[in-house]
């Protein structure tokens, strides 16, 4: 006996991806990072495109990567780190002071800017403005967030191993 062949093609729901995370996977999700008191400072929401985080590639502290591993695409996650285990901790020898004169002249120094800074490899790093007192800038090279405790609230869409 032969099954019987349909006009109305039967849509298979799409089962969850069962593959888990591990230390070699390469994860899609959507993060959105919140501080302690509850504010949004970064979103992929926001742009809408989710991320690809590369497991075991040194972009994320052990502690940020221990909380997906196992967890599969579907999942949605909600954890805090502390500041060490988040963007780390702010390192005084990151806090540079520099003289006005140094600033292209159209580029406004105000506390809280972030400014790009040219690397002689070519690269660039961020730098945040946290004074202008007369001719000196004071430029701290620390990620933006470090210090913090973070809230990370993940969305897994896929997973490939």
């Known amino acids: ?37 509850g504010s949004i400072a970064d979103s992929t929401k926001v742009g809408g495109k989710p991320s690809w985080l590369v497991m075991g590639d040194g972009s994320f502290s052990s502690a940020f990567e221990d909380y997906l591993f196992d967890k599969q695409s579907g999942e949605n996650l909600v954890f805090e780190l502390p500041a060490p285990d988040a963007f780390g901790i702010s390192d005084p020898d990151q806090i540079h002071f520099m003289d006005v004169s ?3 002249q159209d580029i ?5 800017a972030i400014i790009a800074f040219d690397q002689p490899d070519g690269g660039q790093v961020p ?32 997973v490939k191993n």
Request: aromatic fraction near 6%; hydrophobic fraction near 40%.
């Open 102 to 104: 140094q600033f292209p």
């Open 1 to 37: 006996m032969r099954p019987i062949k349909s006009k109305f093609p039967i849509k298979k729901k799409k089962a969850m991806n069962d593959v888990l995370i591990n230390q070699h996977s390469r994860v899609l999700a959507d993060i959105t990072i919140k501080l302690k008191d």
């Open 127 to 158: 730098g945040v403005i946290r004074s202008v007192e007369g001719a000196s800038v004071k430029v701290d090279f620390n990620h933006p967030l470090a210090g913090e405790t973070i809230i990370f609230e993940i969305e897994i869409k896929d």
């Open 108 to 112: 406004e120094l105000k506390q809280g």
